[in-house]
């Protein structure tokens, strides 16, 4: 029988709760080709989060996936525009470094808009080890940054094997995996209990039942993070999934809230 939630019970009935902020720490904007996303621009998003109690999310650009100098500059434009509400991750392609170095050369002036770095390396087709990922690995390095990851189950660019590689390299970073090495599920636990800075994070894991539940029991839920990969995914389907998941309201905190404040206090601000 599944135990009874306090916070479950509020956010069915109001669609947002009180007292537990809900910060978001994967997110996109913008549009895509080849997919309607209806509510992929700032304006919309903003709205998306204040009806579901969402205090602050943490994006890229799409455009910065790919195009760095472009994506990145629209990112930074979004975050000034609603300070209350957004903060973007740096997204980093290694194959324009010549890009990174101009944007991190003004990172006194950037890290008022960006609290990290984001990597997509299977979309880049290089490997998160290669010598190419070296300059951002570095960088995240030694301010301390979170780095968020696209990792997934099977993929020889960024899964489980690649994530150890760099996670034993890289220590004072903190490694979001972003969908925790998805279908690999095992294999991402034992990441995070061999590594005290790596994290696991939720985006795609909550399409399959009964895996968040084993993530607390194993690892514990000051390790995991929250995240929805908005606006291709609903908030209240994602928060209604953890409300829903047979874990404590201490628990439910420490994921919805706690554990992105702990990580980047500035999201406070």
């Known amino acids: 029988m599944k135990r009874k939630s306090l916070l479950r019970e509020e956010f069915y009935k109001q669609g947002y709760l009180s007292d537990t902020p809900v910060y978001d720490l994967h997110g996109h904007m913008g549009p895509v080709a080849g997919i309607h996303l209806p509510f992929c621009e700032p304006e919309a998003m903003v709205q998306r989060m204040k009806t579901s109690g969402v205090r602050k999310l943490v994006f890229s650009h799409h455009a910065a996936l790919m195009a760095p100098d472009i994506g990145n500059r629209a990112s930074q434009e979004s975050v000034e525009r609603y300070p209350d509400f957004l903060r973007a991750y740096l997204a980093f392609n290694p194959h324009y470094p010549g890009v990174f170095h101009r944007e991190t050369d003004g990172w006194e002036t950037g890290k ?7 990597l997509l390396s299977d979309y880049h087709r290089v490997c998160l080890s290669d010598e190419r990922y070296r300059l951002a690995w570095e960088f995240a390095d030694s301010l301390r940054l979170p780095v968020l990851l696209h990792t997934w189950g ?43 800075h790596v994290y696991l994070e939720l985006c795609a894991v909550l399409d399959e039942r009964g895996i968040l539940e084993e993530m607390v029991r194993r690892v514990g839920s000051e390790r995991i993070i929250f995240g929805t990969d908005f606006p291709w995914f609903s908030y209240p389907y994602y928060i209604g999934a953890v409300l829903d998941a047979d874990i404590e309201d201490q628990d439910r905190v420490r994921i919805l809230s706690g554990n992105a404040l702990r990580l980047i206090p500035s999201l406070k601000d």
């Open 112 to 118: 008022k808009f960006f609290v990290g770095l984001k």
């Open 154 to 196: 099977g993929s020889g660019y960024d899964g489980p094997e690649q994530v150890r590689l760099v996670a034993g390299r890289y220590q004072q970073c903190q490694i979001l995996l972003g969908h925790s090495c998805h279908g690999d599920w095992q294999e991402a636990m034992a990441l995070v209990k061999d590594f005290p």
